[in-house]
């Protein structure tokens, strides 16, 4: 039942966005040729990078202003999406 399914309260933008970190989260963790591969090919695609950064580098730069680092961005992004997920099954 749709009503009864958390995953229904991800807007697809911000679904691309958490993908988006678990590509980051798999390169990290696995340090393999595939897994370089679909964070590479993502960011290009995505950011526009010709030499793409690492996700370190990537997830330290600053946003929306100077003091709010991108990982924080994600991490404000994940616990928005598991209220919405909370309260459409509440």
């Not at 798999?26 to 590479?40: I, K, M």
């Not at 690492?54 to 990982?71: D, K, M, Q």
């Amino acid at each position: 039942m749709a009503e009864h399914n958390p995953f229904e309260a991800i807007l697809p933008g911000l679904a691309k966005r958490i993908d988006e970190l678990i590509l980051m989260r798999n390169f990290l963790a696995h340090y393999s040729g595939y897994s370089r591969r679909a964070y590479c090919n993502h960011m290009g695609k995505a950011h526009g990078y010709a030499r793409v950064p690492e996700p370190g580098a990537f997830l330290i730069r600053r946003v929306h202003n100077p003091s709010t680092y991108r990982w924080h961005a994600y991490l404000i992004l994940l616990l928005a999406v598991s209220e919405a997920m909370r309260l459409r099954v509440a």
